[in-house]
């Protein structure tokens, strides 16, 4: 008898400290920015952390990778039940610093694209700032209903070695949400 009440609270124990370990939206005014654009044909986002902003510098003048990985979700939103997903997009953007020319190699892995930099600034707003990124086709969506767009960000130093819990647990950084209705 007694040692299930000990089980009950290590049970409980586990859950409060799973909970405190959960990321916390990020509102969208101070350091980082979030905007839903709705257009008639596109839904588009336009973002900006500054979290990681400094580790980010400090890890690519010293010539070590930096990737971040942006999770874009988008949500009906209900009253009595679960939000229904809409959209779930992942886009992954890497920097690779070359010291010897002092130049750093950008690859967005969404599209195969990669290009060369000479200023660093340049770098970091493209691992920080998402500009015009079309998320989802306006006609998937009802008019006047509302929905919720949600970013996570993850940022990372190095290469990145995936683990079995990488599929069920990302770890943001920053964790941006908006709503919006079409008219």
Same mark, same amino acid.
């Given at each position: 008898?007694?040692?299930? /009440?000990?089980?009950?609270?290590?049970?409980?124990?586990?859950?409060?400290?799973?909970? @405190?370990?959960?990321?916390?939206?990020?509102?969208?005014?101070?350091? !980082?920015?979030?905007?839903?654009?709705?257009?008639?044909?596109?839904?588009?986002?336009?973002?900006?952390?500054?979290?990681?902003?400094?580790?980010?510098?400090? @890890?690519? $003048?010293?010539?070590? /990778?930096?990737?971040?990985?942006?999770?874009?979700?988008?949500?009906?939103?209900?009253? %009595?039940?679960?939000?229904?997903?809409?959209?779930?997009?992942?886009?992954?953007?890497?920097?690779?610093?070359?010291?010897?020319?002092?130049?750093?190699?950008?690859? !967005?892995?969404?599209?195969?694209?990669?290009?060369?930099?000479?200023?660093? !600034?340049?770098?970091?707003?493209?691992?920080? !700032?998402?500009?015009?990124?079309? =998320?989802?086709?306006?006609?998937?969506?009802?008019?006047?209903?509302? %929905?919720?767009?949600?970013?996570? =960000?993850?940022? %990372?130093?190095?290469?990145?070695?995936?683990?079995?819990?990488?599929?069920?647990?990302?770890?943001?950084?920053?964790?941006?949400?908006?709503?919006? $209705?079409?008219?």
């Amino acid at each position: 008898m007694l040692w299930r /009440v000990h089980f009950r609270w290590w049970l409980a124990l586990l859950l409060v400290a799973g909970l @405190a370990l959960l990321p916390r939206p990020v509102q969208a005014a101070g350091a !980082d920015s979030m905007e839903v654009h709705v257009d008639p044909q596109v839904i588009h986002c336009t973002a900006r952390i500054q979290v990681e902003r400094q580790a980010i510098t400090m @890890a690519l $003048k010293d010539g070590i /990778v930096a990737t971040t990985i942006w999770h874009f979700q988008v949500a009906m939103l209900r009253e %009595y039940w679960p939000n229904k997903g809409i959209a779930d997009i992942t886009v992954s953007r890497r920097v690779e610093p070359d010291l010897l020319s002092r130049s750093w190699l950008l690859f !967005d892995d969404a599209s195969g694209i990669s290009r060369r930099v000479y200023m660093l !600034d340049e770098a970091i707003s493209f691992l920080t !700032d998402i500009e015009q990124f079309p =998320v989802l086709d306006s006609s998937l969506l009802a008019a006047g209903v509302p %929905y919720r767009m949600t970013i996570r =960000v993850e940022v %990372y130093h190095g290469e990145i070695k995936e683990a079995w819990w990488s599929g069920i647990w990302h770890p943001a950084q920053a964790v941006l949400q908006q709503d919006f $209705k079409l008219q």
